[in-house]
């Protein structure tokens, strides 16, 4: 599978999982943590699909669209595994993770720090949407919607 196709093939999983989650999100108090802001995209969606909820994106360095940037006490900018540690204990309602390189060395040493993170940053019964698996006894793996192949991207549960 050429790159662009499995690029395609992401962005539509992940769009596909924040649209199937976002119903239950609303009903929840808490934030919504966006691990990687990227160029904004998917903050947009979330931004549109979640009005009025608070949006806090992390991100190295800002490389968002101008249309798709938080305000600046919602925006943290930084190396990730660090920043968002000072936000445990927020109780997140929605952590999305799109952080993965697509080298299995580089993303093997995200695996073994990113689970414990986002199971700290969720409230009980928070979701957590991530590109690559979250492997925790904190985090109960859910199925994906049937648009999305298994294994394409993942859903969890704090429980």
């Given at each position: 599978?050429?790159?662009?196709?499995?690029?395609?093939?992401?962005?539509?999983?992940?769009?596909?999982?924040?649209?199937?989650?976002?119903?239950?999100?609303?009903?929840?108090?808490?934030?919504?943590?966006?691990?990687?802001?990227?160029?904004?995209?998917?903050?947009?969606?979330?931004?549109?699909?979640?009005?009025?909820?608070?949006?806090v994106a992390f991100?190295?360095?800002?490389?968002?669209?101008?249309?798709?940037?938080?305000?600046?006490?919602?925006?943290?900018?930084?190396?990730?595994?660090?920043?968002?540690?000072?936000?445990?204990?927020?109780?997140?309602?929605?952590?999305?993770?799109?952080?993965?390189?697509?080298?299995?060395?580089?993303?093997?040493?995200?695996s073994t720090w990113?689970?414990?993170?986002?199971?700290?940053?969720?409230?009980?019964?928070?979701?957590?949407?991530?590109?690559?698996?979250l492997d925790h006894?904190?985090?109960?793996?859910?199925?994906?919607?049937?648009?999305?192949?298994?294994?394409?991207?993942?859903?969890?549960?704090?429980?």
């Amino acid at each position: 599978m050429s790159r662009l196709d499995s690029f395609i093939r992401r962005m539509t999983a992940q769009r596909d999982i924040l649209d199937h989650v976002c119903a239950e999100v609303a009903k929840m108090d808490g934030p919504v943590i966006e691990l990687g802001l990227g160029n904004g995209r998917t903050f947009h969606h979330l931004r549109e699909r979640l009005p009025g909820r608070r949006i806090v994106a992390f991100d190295r360095a800002l490389a968002a669209h101008a249309s798709s940037i938080p305000e600046a006490e919602n925006l943290v900018l930084g190396e990730i595994r660090e920043t968002a540690s000072r936000f445990i204990g927020i109780d997140a309602a929605l952590v999305h993770a799109d952080i993965g390189t697509g080298y299995e060395d580089r993303d093997a040493v995200t695996s073994t720090w990113l689970p414990d993170l986002i199971a700290r940053l969720l409230r009980v019964g928070g979701i957590a949407v991530s590109g690559t698996p979250l492997d925790h006894p904190q985090l109960q793996r859910l199925a994906p919607p049937p648009s999305v192949p298994a294994d394409r991207y993942f859903i969890s549960r704090r429980v």
